[in-house]
């Protein structure tokens, strides 16, 4: 199984909530931050959402705080995004990636690729009426 597995994509309405899980396999979630991000087509990956598992610190894009809620469940080894109040803007393929260095802040969300030790596959979210 891959590290890192995204699900909970969707097709809803604006207005409505998703979750997104990202469940990792095979490596323990305690030793890394979690970063959501997202790419819309055409546009840069945009950095949604961070957690850091050694103390529980979050982070939040501006457009992203107040309606995005960013949690682990450590019995799973899985980080949630919930997601409300969703627009049409929010649309894109939602990623997760795992931090070594087990640090949130809004720097990781202009970090390479490479920085991260796992990806998932993305997870779509399309927001449409």
């Known amino acids: 199984q891959a590290p890192l597995v995204e699900s909970g994509g969707g097709l809803v309405q604006p207005g409505g909530s998703l979750r997104l899980s990202c469940a990792a396999s095979?490596?323990?979630?305690?030793?890394?931050?979690i970063v959501w991000f997202r790419q819309a087509p055409g546009k840069e990956r945009e950095g949604v959402s961070c957690?850091?598992?050694?103390?529980?610190?979050?982070r939040y894009a501006d457009s992203m705080r107040g309606r995005f809620t960013i949690s682990r469940d450590t019995a799973r080894n899985t980080v949630y995004l919930q997601m409300n109040s969703l627009k049409s803007e929010d649309t894109a393929v939602y990623f997760c990636?795992?931090?070594?260095?087990?640090?949130?802040?809004?720097?990781?969300?202009?970090?390479?690729?490479?920085?991260?030790?796992?990806w998932g596959q993305g997870t779509q979210v399309t927001v449409s009426s």
């Open positions: 990636a795992a931090d070594p260095r087990n640090y949130c802040s809004y720097s990781v969300f202009t970090l390479p690729s490479s920085e991260y030790a796992y």
């Open positions: 957690i850091q598992n050694s103390d529980g610190t979050t």
């Open positions: 095979g490596f323990t979630l305690d030793y890394y931050g």
